[in-house]
């Protein structure tokens, strides 16, 4: 089984903090995406890799950084935390399905639940 | 914002009855994913659908992709409490996927 794991399920941080989140897969995908979750709005992309030290934004990339310095982790980094950055963080992996292309199936992880105060 | 449009936003059901929810694209799709995400968890994949008017079912679940591959649908008959949850579609661009916002299923007893 595929197996995504967080850092952290619940967070606390207050405004202006560095936030580290990680994340890590242990079934050697290629890809890793960074999803925050609010009510009603779905999964919106923040960042995603498709390969070591490899990076691409999303739909709302700003206030966030990411890195991946191996295959099997990849952070989503908060420079100076904010309010409106209080939310569900999901993380994700999928294989990259070469010549077949499309999107292949992503696992997701459990979720950091984010607070900013 | 949502590049696909999921509706309803929010579906009461009543235990045993039948409902559908659809997920509309303005642009052709190449592939549609369903994923369900239970209260407190995280998204689980369902099915991939790529065939214009493919049809899959998962037990009391049907999937359906249109024949102009611009919208999708779920339908679940019988419903029970195990349905409650949030799915979502999500259609492929690249390696990348866009969520829809999602329907929110909740069963009553």
């Known amino acids: 089984d595929v197996k995504v794991t967080q850092s952290s399920r619940y967070l606390v941080k207050r405004t202006g903090e560095k936030v580290f989140l990680e994340c890590v897969q242990d079934m050697d995908h290629e890809n890793m995406f960074w999803y925050r979750q609010d009510p009603g709005l779905g999964l919106r992309l923040i960042y995603f890799?498709?390969?070591?030290?490899?990076?691409e934004k999303g739909d709302i990339p700003e206030g966030y950084s990411v890195s991946r310095e191996k295959k099997e982790r990849f952070s989503l980094i908060l420079e100076s935390a904010s309010t409106n950055q209080t939310s569900m963080y999901l993380c994700?992996?999928?294989?990259?399905?070469?010549?077949?292309?499309?999107?292949?199936?992503?696992?997701f992880g459990p979720g950091t639940r984010l607070t900013v105060l | 914002g949502q590049q696909v449009m999921q509706i309803p936003q929010y579906q009461h059901v009543q235990e045993g009855e039948d409902f559908t929810t659809y997920c509309n694209s303005s642009t052709t799709l190449s592939n549609i994913q369903w994923y369900k995400q239970r209260p407190g968890g995280h998204p689980v994949f369902l099915i991939q659908?790529?065939?214009?008017?493919e049809v899959k079912k998962q037990k009391r679940l049907t999937f359906q992709f249109g024949e102009a591959k611009k919208n999708s649908s779920l339908h679940i008959t019988a419903t029970q409490t195990t349905d409650v949850g949030t799915y979502f579609c999500?259609?492929?661009?690249?390696?990348?996927?866009?969520f829809g916002g999602g329907t929110r299923v909740l069963v009553k007893p």
């Open positions: 659908l790529v065939k214009s008017g």
């Open positions: 999500a259609k492929a661009a690249g390696n990348k996927l866009t």
């Open positions: 890799s498709y390969d070591v030290k490899m990076k």
């Open positions: 994700a992996s999928s294989r990259n399905p070469g010549l077949a292309g499309g999107a292949d199936t992503q696992y």
